[in-house]
């Protein structure tokens, strides 16, 4: 007897992508503007995916297939001793095309402080053999606040009007660089701008 699917099977479920990504954490008052964004389009029922897996508002540094937390947390430590925390401001909405659905995020300006602090890092995991997603390397990274993602296609201009009610910009400081591993995500560790680099 064959094993093979028939026709009217359901296609296999496509295994959870996994990696780590790098992440610029907000002060409580601007965390707080971005989860507002999340709730109402949760409400809404357009996108509920960042809430259940628990992530926190962030800017997206770099992703990677593989790091050495232990390898790159000193790293990291040293390069946040020598930062203040950077001042952001959230101040446009865009997406990231997709097939059926997108990512919807919130822009920050891309400072001069926010560009450096990310070539630091992708130069660092260089330095340590890492090879960085294409899309993260400085010359083609957008740098992003993600509030919404797997929105259907047929949602986007709903979501997008939404978000108009954010009032834009936001503004407020990021606060520490973290690492998280996916999926599901688990943050590895997070360390503060103008830490002790010895901690």
């Known amino acids: 007897m064959s094993s093979a699917a028939g026709p009217d099977a359901p296609e296999p479920a496509a295994p959870a992508r996994q990696g780590y990504a790098v992440e610029l ?13 999340w709730n109402v389009l949760a409400r809404r029922q357009i996108s509920t995916q960042l809430i259940e897996i628990a992530a926190r ?27 203040e925390p950077l001042p952001v401001s959230l101040s446009s909405i865009a997406s990231f095309p997709g097939g059926s659905s997108g990512v919807l995020f919130l822009g920050p300006t ?31 990274w957008v740098p992003h606040c ?41 943050e590895i560790f997070s360390v503060p701008l103008g830490g002790d680099a010895d901690a």
């Not at 008052?29 to 964004?37: F, S, Y």
């Not at 508002?57 to 020598?82: G, N």
């Not at 450096?116 to 997603?133: F, I």
């Not at 993600?146 to 709903?158: F, H, I, K, L, N």
């Open 25 to 37: 954490y907000f002060d409580p008052a601007l965390e707080n503007q971005v989860l507002k964004a």
């Open 57 to 83: 508002p962030h800017i997206t540094l770099l992703s990677a297939s593989s790091i050495d937390p232990a390898r790159f947390l000193p790293a990291v430590r040293s390069l946040a001793a020598r930062l």
């Open 110 to 140: 891309p400072t001069s402080c926010l560009l450096g602090l990310h070539s630091q890092l992708c130069e660092m995991l260089r330095k340590e053999g890492v090879e960085v997603a294409e899309e993260f390397r400085p010359d083609s």
């Open 146 to 186: 993600p509030v919404a993602v797997d929105v259907p296609r047929s949602r986007m201009g709903e979501a997008f009007c939404i978000l108009r009610d954010l009032r834009l910009p936001v503004s407020g400081y990021a606060m520490d660089i973290g690492l998280v591993e996916f999926s599901p995500v688990r």
